[in-house]
Nanobody
Framework: QVQLVESGGGSVQAGGSLRLSCAASGYTSSYRYMGWFRQTPGKEREGVASVYNGGTGTYYADSVKGRFTISQDLAKNTVYLQMNSLKPEDTAMYYC?????????????????WGQGTQVTVSS
């Protein structure tokens, strides 16, 4: 098991930036894939970005490509999501997740460890 704690959410105007952090504790070395997902009320949780093995591979949803960057500091057991050029449609609860392995890095069903989430609100 791995415990995940997100931070860094907040309110920002459109065009602004935020950096989310996800601190992991427990048996972290086994979890090769770390992902960021987001959810708004009444909608399915969707994959935003995922990182494999400290950055060997990164994966992004089309809606955030070119604006968001995921990175991982293995020494600090922390995953980051740098979000630039934020839009009102990026408003959501953002969740960090971990899984041992997946062939579908942005599929929520493949992740079995989740944090509590951090709220991001982007105003126009």
């Amino acid at each position: 098991q791995v415990q995940l704690v997100e931070s860094g959410g907040g309110s920002v105007q459109a065009g602004g930036s935020l950096r989310l952090s996800c601190a992991a504790s427990g048996y972290t070395s086994s979890y090769r894939y770390m992902g960021w997902f987001r959810q708004t009320p009444g909608k399915e949780r969707e994959g935003v970005a995922s990182v494999y093995n400290g950055g060997t591979g990164t994966y992004y949803a089309d809606s955030v490509k070119g604006r968001f960057t995921i990175s991982q500091d293995l020494a600090k057991n922390t995953v980051y999501l740098q979000m630039n050029s934020l839009k009102p449609e990026d408003t959501a609860m953002y969740y960090c997740a971990a899984t041992l392995w997946t062939w579908r890095p942005l599929n929520k069903a493949d992740y079995n460890n989740w944090g509590q989430g951090t709220q991001v609100t982007v105003s126009s």
